[in-house]
């Protein structure tokens, strides 16, 4: 009996000892819950993780300027030019032919004209047929020069050197004034466009480095900052940042992404 009591005697002490120990626990959690507003945002932000996508530096569609026939995409997709280079060739023989004609017109105008001005020395031709005929030879020379515009619109060079990115006619295809031909993009320079959040900008400068992680090769590479953005989204408190690979690296291609890793100031 004397066993018993002194069993329930120390139980009872030990839940006694055991309760104070639990309060302090409990206290502690609710000092965690309490923990600044800032401190928190600020973990978030370091642990937060910020995707960006591979661009190419400058990028266009070249689109048909005429109606014709498309005769030479010397470039298939995928295949590198230089500035300069032809990218598409078109069929122009009927604008070469509206050329010769618009010369010959050109040619009987300033003859008629000659002739005009011979006439009107000699007292043999009013002054308002003279100023027709050399009305005439204008006319003339601006359809000449119109005809010579076209054809220069028979061939679009590279505007800057680069890659096809995608093809969109065909050879020995008939296009229209405005019609897409190809995708170009020049990728000498990749680039990352992201967001990052505004608190950032007590601290992230012009040309400061980081690294990014990108998912396809699974390698990390040198990026620096190049550009910040002129507004803040008062929604998601964020703002776009533009950067750029440091260096040359073969197997990066535009699209590709990953993750950013920038060292957040403590």
Known sequence: MKTRQRLRVLFLSGLLLATPVVAVERQAGAANSTMPATTAVKAGFERQDIRAQL???????IAAEIGAKVSRLPFPEGASF???QLLVGFDCSV??????????ELSAAQQTHVSNKRLYELNSLGKLDLDVSGAN???????????????????IAAPFSGRVAEQKAREQQFVQPGQALLDILDDSVLELEFLVPSAWLSW??????FQVEIDETRKTYPAKFTRIGARIDPVSQSVKVAAAIDGK???LIAGMSGRVRVQVPK
């Open 204 to 209: 992230l400068k012009i040309d400061m480095t």
């Open 249 to 251: 690296f073969p197997e």
């Open 137 to 155: 030879v204008n006319k003339a020379a601006s359809e000449v020069g119109a005809q010579q515009a076209v054809l220069g619109k028979c061939s």
């Open 82 to 84: 230089k500035s300069g």
């Open 95 to 104: 604008q070469h032919a509206m050329l010769q004609k618009a010369k010959a």
């Open 55 to 61: 661009l190419p530096r400058r990028f266009t569609t």
